[in-house]
């Protein structure tokens, strides 16, 4: 592992930092820039940032309003062509900033995994939506005649002897887990109740509720901006949405390992088309062994899973949760770095993209 000191922190990171003055100028960059660009650290300071590449979807003029106005953005899925044509999928966040006291904007680009990126963002709404249709479809006809088999049982159950009455209670007991499941199938259907939520109180009920399961050897980690402020959502759903992907961390790392939780806000977020001026970010990172590789296209499908004992259902049901709340789930994962990012808007006022 190599060991890093203060100053070469930003050469360390994965993702690339360019810090521009007024004029766009290149006053500094990281490592990790001038890897995406493929230039020199000499050829990229002094140079106007719009000349480092061939063409970039997040428009120059974004960046002379987020220094106009002193506020950043963020630009998910922004197409970068670079001088030799490789076209790379990244996310932006432009954040204005004081640079040797004088004003500067901080852009971060962070490179995606595009197919990944893709395939979450456009057909986890349309396909996913299939999936979760045609399974509610099936949980509805099931529903029913499982409700009259039930009834069905226990009336035959009162007229038998004792001995018999085994078979009668054992067809009313897996009646009850199948409608158990079917329940969980047909999704959350309770009303939303919006109110404004602290969302480190949800997640302190989470952390609450998992610990008495939780193995010693397992530890959990906050990492909360203290500034959030409260966030007008259905607590319950939040809660049941959170707890899945953290309930998964923990069955993932076994019985050894770190999770993480961060929470942070975002400006200018786009989700599905649409731009908030505030997001929550909620981040729950674990270092278990990751998502299986056969899983990782049809995660958020319901009925996938990797456990022997599991149903499949928990993140389907998280992501049906999130988009409630007009948010997105995706994720990232390799071996000893898992990561669940939820976005969910804060600020409802839309502003078209
Ligand atoms: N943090 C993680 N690390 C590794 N694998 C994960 C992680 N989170 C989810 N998975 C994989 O994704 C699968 C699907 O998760 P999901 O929560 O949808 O269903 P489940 O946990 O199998 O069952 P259920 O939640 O319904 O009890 C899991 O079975 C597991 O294989
Ligand atoms: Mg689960």
Redesign the pocket.
């Known amino acids: 592992m190599p060991s890093i000191t203060n100053s070469d922190i930003f050469d360390n990171m994965v993702t690339s930092i360019v810090v521009v003055d007024q004029s766009f100028i290149v006053k500094a960059n990281n490592f990790a820039a001038e890897q995406l660009f493929e230039l020199g650290a000499k050829r990229m300071q002094g140079s106007h940032f719009a000349s480092l590449y061939k063409n970039l979807s997040s428009d120059i003029t974004l960046l002379q309003q987020a220094l106009e106005t002193n506020q950043g953005f963020t630009d998910n899925l922004a197409t970068l062509v670079c001088h030799d044509l490789r076209s790379i999928t990244v996310d932006v966040c432009v954040t204005p900033t004081l640079y040797h006291d004088q004003p500067h904007l901080l852009l971060e680009l962070r490179q995606v995994d595009q197919q990944q990126r893709i395939s979450t963002e456009m057909q986890q709404l349309t396909q996913q939506q299939l999936a979760k249709d045609l399974v509610k479809g099936l949980a509805h006809e099931i529903k029913n005649p499982l409700g009259g088999l039930r009834g069905a049982a226990q009336l035959l159950h009162r007229q038998l002897d004792q001995e018999n009455q085994e078979y009668t209670q054992m067809i009313i007991e897996q009646a009850d887990r199948l409608n158990n499941l079917v329940e969980r199938l047909l999704g959350p259907n309770k009303h939303q109740q919006h109110n404004l939520h602290n969302i480190h109180k949800i997640l302190e009920t989470i952390i609450k509720l998992v610990s008495f399961e939780l193995p010693e050897s397992i530890s959990i980690e906050r990492d909360y901006d203290p500034s959030i402020p409260d966030v007008n959502l259905d607590a319950e759903q939040i809660q049941q949405a959170l707890l ?1 992907i953290i ?3 923990i ?2 790392l076994k019985d050894k390992g770190k999770i993480k939780i961060v929470t942070r806000v975002s400006n200018q977020v786009t989700i599905n088309g649409q731009r908030y001026r505030l997001a929550l970010d909620i981040k729950i990172i ?1 270092n ?5 590789d056969e ?1 990782r296209n049809t ?1 958020f499908y319901p009925m ?4 022997a004992e ?7 049901i998280t992501q049906t949760l999130i988009q409630q709340h007009k948010g997105r789930v995706d994720f990232s ?1 390799t071996p000893g770095h ?1 990561e669940f990012h939820v976005t969910i808007p804060v600020e409802h006022i839309k502003e078209t993209s």
């Open positions: 899945n309930q998964n961390a069955q993932a674990d278990g062994p990751g998502i299986p899983l995660l996938v899973t990797g456990r599991g149903t499949g259902l928990g993140l389907s994962s898992t």
